[in-house]
């Protein structure tokens, strides 16, 4: 592929996922197992997240581990839910993030516990299940009788402080920027541009 067709699919991607974060009706994505990548930047862009509290369900970019980028608004969507250092932990490493630390960091907004043996597998059974839970939370968002996730980060508690001055505050965003980048030329010699382009 081309230089332009692979910014057209770029383009695409990303007019898709705010489409989807635009949309007047609730999305709720459900994540069982992988959700790695492109599958990541969708249900970034989706109003409530769901994952099983499974030790197989990850979240992550790894595309920087193949020398590319998230092209879909990760890299864009991931600080602004979590903050700014978390992102970059994460966007610049490739590394995958389990979900109940997913949880923690507010990439995930609520856990599933997996159910056990029954008249199909565990595994059959937690898929079904988890879809009954989106569909209901998904309803309860609309209808007002769940509250939509609050994304603001108040100045009155730690994270709150650390998520505003890191991700706000010029200067303090611009000196994490700079201790990322010396980590990435520490690491990389400068030799793997995806990092480097991750920061621009």
């Known amino acids: 592929k081309s230089v332009e067709e692979l910014k057209e699919i770029s383009m695409t991607g990303q007019a ?3 489409k989807l974060e635009d949309s007047s009706k609730p999305v709720v ?3 069982n197992g992988s959700c790695l ?3 990541l930047e969708v249900a970034l862009g989706c109003h409530y997240r769901l994952a099983t509290k499974d030790p197989k ?3 992550g970019l790894p595309e920087v581990l193949l ?3 998230p092209g879909a608004g990760g890299t864009q969507r991931l600080p602004k839910l979590i903050g700014l250092p978390d992102a970059l932990d994460i966007a610049l490493t490739g590394k995958n993030v389990r979900a109940d630390k997913a949880k923690r960091l507010g990439i995930v907004d609520r856990l599933v516990t997996p159910i056990g043996p029954g008249l199909k597998t565990p595994e059959e ?3 079904e299940y988890l879809e009954e839970v989106a569909v209901e939370t998904a309803r309860g968002l609309a209808s007002g009788s769940i509250p939509m996730p609050s994304r603001e980060y ?3 508690n730690t994270r709150g402080i650390k998520y505003h001055l890191t991700t706000n505050q ?3 965003r611009n000196y994490v920027f700079g201790q990322a980048h010396k980590m990435v030329m520490k690491q990389t010699n400068g030799l793997y541009p995806a990092p480097l382009k991750i920061l621009e």
């Open 29 to 31: 994505a459900a994540i």
């Open 125 to 127: 059974r937690t898929i």
């Open 170 to 172: 010029k200067y303090v």
């Open 154 to 156: 108040k100045w009155s």
């Open 67 to 69: 020398g590319l980028l």
């Open 57 to 59: 369900t990850i979240v």
């Open 37 to 39: 990548g492109g599958g």
């Open 16 to 18: 898709m996922m705010q």
